[in-house]
């Protein structure tokens, strides 16, 4: 050990460093503390949905300052601004069940007009471009359309009829002799405003559900191609693969000219099929 | 020390110049909390819709848009850059605040202030040991702590947690569990630590704070020869260390109250009996003489008994 370390330093110093560390111990326990609360508080449930043009989750809540000015601005009363405790969205920040009360579309989105910071995007313009979430017909059992009946109530009240949810006529396997007209959403026209699960007949839990586009779609498989979606063969130019049918060849006796191998096939290869 | 230490805190100021004026600020206080608060009820409970919004963010007349700047730099710094409603809106509160005194907004707005000074009335009655007294330094850890958290996770991250907007939020749009926090608050600075939160906890004041370091409206002790050392404006500050350099300060020293944690709420000017103090500027120089003293009978070290 050396003769400096056991010199007494000045208080002040000392004093200063201890005060320093403690505060700073202190706030990275609080810190920490706080980090978790918000990781854990901003697991947003699969039952809220955001309003109109919310940025995605993770920048939502970077922009929203709680304000409530959607809600306020809203004249439908669809927006809530989330409860401690009670409402699982991260306190204060806004959301509507559809259930309860679904969007309406309104055409101006005055919503998004009131937020002040841009947590709803400004840029949304148009409400039939809006993404709140996906319409899912989730209880094919239940569904009374899928049970063969024309109940047709969540197709008549899409404000975008035909385009997000469509009647797809499939055959009655029961009875052998109906048709089902099965809703059908499709995500290039659902905007999410719930009004499908607002009224659907069944009591209790809707057979058709707003869920939020990360629960309800998957990613398409990029390692799989569409052909029919796009045009871009494997190989860049047709490959003129020799004919051989009907030509005369080992491979078609039947055919005028047509020869035996040269080499010996197995037992019964040649006479497999029509002759047995 | 003078004997009348040993009255309860106001009396003399009562008995001297009557309720109205040994009440004056508080009540002018509690009168714009209320205001304040009833504007933004005034649109749910009446349907007469002047102010919408919260304390984080308003709209007034439709036309006046204000934001709460300190929730703009958490929003800043986690990654989002506020639309220009919300910018001019921070603007516009950071400019009066940084006028009238930052902390004006603790004192005179912040709806928590009232359970806090319940708490320290209370605890003032109940005559209950201070308890834990953080550094005066630990709200400006608070601060970097929550900047740094919302970097971190990309969020506004103190108002996960924020009592004051939990409180006002909840009393316009609905509690929720919002009231458990409060409580915690006032339980908090009843029990565990006088005056603890809003002093040396809560980041809000310390922002504010930063941000009106440099404000025109000051408390001044102007008349401090006249001190009787009652002691009664050390009781009732929720500051008190801000008191000392100007009261005690010699006749060079300026009589303004100069510290960014005054919070401007004018009760030492209510409880004093002699009218030691006033609001002012900060740029008044008014000559004010310290307390005349026997250089063989130096004042008692009336501090440290504060």
Redesign the interface.
């Known amino acids: 050990m050396s003769a400096t370390s056991t010199q007494p330093k000045s208080p002040a110093r000392r004093r200063f460093l201890q005060?320093a560390a403690r505060?700073?111990a202190?706030?990275a326990v609080?810190?920490m503390s706080?980090?978790w609360?918000?990781?854990d508080?901003?697991a947003l449930p699969d039952r809220a949905i955001r309003p109109p043009g919310a940025l995605p989750e993770?920048?939502f809540?970077?922009?929203?300052?709680?304000?409530?000015?959607c809600?306020?601005?809203c004249p439908y009363d669809t927006l809530?601004?989330?409860?401690?405790?009670?409402?699982g969205a991260?306190?204060?920040t806004p959301f509507f069940t559809a259930r309860d009360v679904p969007c309406e579309m309104c055409e101006d989105i005055p919503c998004v007009v009131?937020?002040?910071?841009?947590?709803l995007d400004?840029e949304l313009t148009d409400i039939d471009d809006s993404r709140m979430g996906l319409a899912v017909l989730i209880d094919q059992e239940n569904c009374l359309n899928a049970l063969g009946l024309r109940c047709d109530v969540c197709y008549r009240v899409c404000p975008v009829i035909d385009e997000a949810i469509t009647l797809e006529r499939r055959h009655n396997e029961r009875s052998g002799h109906h048709a089902i007209f099965m809703p059908v959403v499709h995500s290039d026209h659902c905007t999410g405003c719930g009004k499908c699960e607002k009224s659907c007949v069944l009591p209790g839990e809707a057979a058709i559900k707003v869920l939020p586009i990360r629960v309800a779609q998957a990613d398409q498989a990029e390692h799989y191609k569409r052909s029919w979606d796009e045009n871009t063969p494997l190989v860049d130019e047709i490959i003129d693969l020799p004919d051989r049918l009907p030509g005369t060849g080992t491979d078609n006796l039947a055919a005028p000219g047509g020869f035996e191998p040269t080499f010996k096939l197995p037992q019964g290869a040649t006479t497999g099929g029509v002759g047995q | 020390m003078s004997d009348k230490t040993a009255l309860p805190v106001g009396a003399e100021a009562i008995r001297d110049k009557g309720y109205w004026l040994a009440y004056r600020f508080l009540i002018l206080r509690r009168l714009s909390q209320s205001f304040f608060l009833s504007l933004f009820l005034l649109g749910p409970w009446f349907g007469i819709w002047w102010v919408k919004g919260n304390l984080s963010g308003s709209l007034t007349f439709n036309v006046l848009p204000l934001t709460d700047p300190f929730i703009s730099l958490q929003s800043i710094v986690a990654g989002h850059w506020p639309e220009m409603t919300a910018l001019i809106g921070a603007l516009i509160v950071g400019a009066v605040y940084a006028l009238i005194g930052g902390r004006v907004y603790c004192s005179w707005v912040c709806p928590i202030n009232p359970v806090t000074d319940a708490a320290s009335w209370l605890h003032r009655k109940l005559d209950l040991p201070k308890g834990w007294q953080p550094k005066r330094g630990t709200k400006y850890f608070m601060l970097a702590m929550v900047l740094g958290v919302s970097v971190l996770t990309g969020t506004v991250a103190w108002e996960f947690v924020n009592p004051i907007s939990m409180l006002h939020r909840g009393l316009i749009f609905g509690v929720g569990f919002a009231w458990a926090l409060v409580i915690g608050v006032f339980l908090f600075d009843l029990v565990l630590a006088r005056r603890g939160w809003c002093g040396h906890l809560c980041p809000v004041g310390a922002f504010y704070g930063l941000l009106g370091g440099k404000s025109l409206l000051r408390v001044s002790a102007l008349e401090r020869a006249a001190c009787d050392d009652c002691m009664d404006c050390f009781a009732v500050c929720p500051e008190m260390q801000v008191i000392t350099p100007a009261l005690r300060g010699k006749d060079a020293d300026s009589p303004l109250i100069l510290s960014p944690d005054c919070t401007n709420c004018g009760r030492c000017i209510d409880v004093c009996s002699v009218n030691v103090f006033h609001f002012t500027h900060r740029f008044d120089e008014t000559p004010a003489p310290g307390r005349v003293r026997d250089r063989t009978n130096p004042a008692p070290k009336v501090g440290k008994a504060a």
């Open positions: 005060d505060g700073t202190g706030c609080a810190g706080l980090a609360f918000v990781q508080a901003r993770d920048d809540l970077a922009a929203c300052i709680r304000c409530g000015l809600v306020r601005d809530v601004l989330a409860e401690l405790g009670i409402d991260a306190t204060g009131a937020c002040p910071t841009g947590a400004h």
